[in-house]
């Protein structure tokens, strides 16, 4: 549905930060379902942990958050310019169910509930397989910057 060449128009993150990777289902106002693959070679496993690295909660988060934004690019069915960013500005709910390690590859499952007052709320499920990894409640808003 999908590439990395289409999501690097859409989102302004680079590496290491950008943490979406494909994605493969996108319903216009409604779902997004995309792809992080997640590997050794990420910069943060160095030191979370190097015994048993694990990916931080936080990138989880943010990744749930990106494929947010890709679906929300895609509603207004415009491109972003340099002066419009979406800002992650909440979150509900968080919960962490399993971790997620190198060689997992984690599905982003990211559902708009609702847009009030320019905040759009969503719904978001991180999954590796058939198992939740992350589960939350994210608030994002378009803003046009200088």
């Known amino acids: 549905m999908m590439d990395i060449h289409q999501i690097l128009k859409l989102l302004p993150h680079r590496y290491p930060f ?24 990420e910069p943060f496993f160095t030191g979370h942990f190097p015994a048993r690295p694990v990916m931080p909660g936080v990138l989880i988060l943010e990744a749930l ?8 690019f895609d509603m207004m069915g415009e491109a972003p ?23 997992d590859q ?16 969503f719904k978001g499920v991180a999954r590796v397989g058939d198992s939740v990894a992350c589960e939350a409640e994210i608030m994002c808003t378009m803003r046009t910057v200088a």
């Open 18 to 41: 950008l943490l979406v990777d494909r994605v493969n289902e996108l319903e216009r106002g409604k779902r997004i379902l995309a792809i992080k693959n997640v590997t050794i070679n």
């Open 65 to 72: 958050a990106q494929a947010a934004g890709l679906l929300s």
């Open 81 to 103: 310019g340099d002066d419009k960013v979406f800002y992650f500005v909440g979150i509900d709910g968080a919960r962490f169910k399993r971790p997620v390690e190198p060689g």
């Open 106 to 121: 984690l599905i982003l499952d990211v559902e708009l509930d609702r847009i009030k007052g320019g905040i759009y709320k």
